[in-house]
């Protein structure tokens, strides 16, 4: 049972554009939300967080929206850059078990100079 | 400030054997949690340790077991190997666990695999 999905395996953009990956969750006790990026052979490195109080947070080129009502959140960033290149992940959690991170499978993005 | 580390980077062990990581969390972090990445599978939550005792658990069998010191370190044991065991083993640490929102920051994984 996949409790977060990212539908999306791949994502390519141009360089300046804005990138926009997608994180679905089915579970209604999610309430904090985060997204990670990851390359190969390293950890993931956090980027942006959300709680379900919240419907938006922004971190300089980072943006999360989270439409609760949809179990849908996004992460935009703008511009895109060749060093956002990565796998990126979207994670979820239960306030009563806030070291138990749900992982989405991931999407792999692409920035293209 | 360090971040996460975690040792070995490598390993490489045959089927039965045991095998022990160790993760060393942010200092002043007290809370450690480990996941398993494989490619089929993805990130998959394995355990959760604060003030040395286990908070959270994954669906992996007993086979996987984990502790944590009283210095916040924390170890992580595979008993009785098995093929499907290799994988990247992370460890993330955070400020606090079960109330409140905590952003985990991870290590850079120890690579296990079994022949």
């Known amino acids: 049972d996949q409790q977060v999905k990212q539908n999306s395996p791949s994502l390519s953009v141009q360089e300046g554009r804005i990138s926009i990956l997608n994180c679905d969750y089915t579970?209604?006790?999610?309430?904090?939300f985060l997204w990670y990026k990851k390359y190969p052979a390293e950890g993931p490195t956090f980027l942006i967080s959300?709680?379900?109080?919240?419907d938006k947070n922004e971190d300089g080129r980072f943006t999360v929206f989270l439409n609760k009502s949809a179990k849908h959140l996004s992460l935009h960033i703008v511009p895109s850059q060749p060093g956002d290149s990565a796998v990126y992940f979207c994670?979820?959690?239960?306030?009563?078990?806030?070291?138990?991170?749900?992982f989405g499978q991931g999407t792999e993005l692409s920035v293209k100079p | 400030k360090a971040g996460v580390t975690q040792t070995p980077r490598y390993l490489i062990k045959t089927r039965g054997q045991q095998v022990t990581l160790s993760c060393s969390p942010i200092s002043g972090h007290r809370s450690v949690s480990w996941y398993q990445q494989t490619p089929g599978q993805g990130l998959q939550f394995l355990f959760e340790y604060f003030s040395e005792t286990q908070r959270n658990k994954g669906n992996f069998p007993g086979r996987f077991s984990g502790r944590q010191f009283s210095n916040s370190r924390s170890e992580m044991n595979v008993s009785t190997l098995e093929l499907g065991d290799s994988a990247l083993y992370l460890c993330?640490?955070?400020?606090?666990?079960?109330?409140?929102?905590?952003?985990?920051?991870f290590g850079p994984g120890t690579r296990l695999t079994v022949l």
């Open positions: 579970n209604s006790m999610f309430d904090y």
């Open positions: 959300i709680s379900s109080i919240k």
């Open positions: 994670a979820a959690s239960a306030n009563n078990q806030g070291g138990k991170l749900i």
């Open positions: 993330a640490s955070s400020l606090t666990s079960g109330q409140g929102y905590n952003e985990q920051f």
